[in-house]
């Protein structure tokens, strides 16, 4: 079992910045892969970023590549979500995912664990 927590959503105005954070327990971090995804109103949940166990490899949305930043701390047990330049676009629930084989991969199906939600909510 992997229990995740999220934290660092809330409410900022659009061209500002934010940071996420998912405290992961329950197995070696390390030997997880950790992706972040959201979720709007009405819409399908869908991938933001992904990062592989060394933290070396990482993957973006083209909708947020060169604004978002991943990144994570094994001593921590900590993966991070770095948001700049926010739209209002950007609005949606963020959720931090697990993968228990390490893949990285970028669709919800391939994760094993996922954490409550933070919100996030950009204003105009």
């Known amino acids: 079992q992997v229990q995740l927590v999220e934290s660092g959503g809330g409410l900022v105005k659009a061209g500002g910045s934010l940071r996420l954070a998912c405290a992961a327990s329950?197995?070696?971090?390390?030997?997880?892969?950790m992706g972040w995804f959201r979720q709007a109103p009405g819409k399908e949940r869908e991938f933001v970023a992904t990062?592989?166990?060394?933290?070396?490899?990482?993957n973006y949305a083209d909708s947020v590549k060169g604004r978002f930043t991943i990144s994570r701390d094994n001593a921590k047990n900590t993966v991070y979500l770095q948001m700049n330049s926010l739209k209002p676009e950007d609005t949606a629930v963020y959720y931090c995912?697990?993968?228990?084989?390490?893949?990285?991969?970028?669709?919800?199906?391939?994760?094993?664990?996922w954490g409550q939600g933070t919100q996030v909510t950009v204003s105009s």
């Open positions: 995912a697990a993968d228990l084989f390490g893949r990285a991969l970028t669709t919800v199906q391939a994760y094993n664990y």
């Open positions: 329950g197995r070696t971090f390390g030997s997880l892969a």
């Open positions: 990062i592989s166990r060394s933290g070396y490899s990482t």
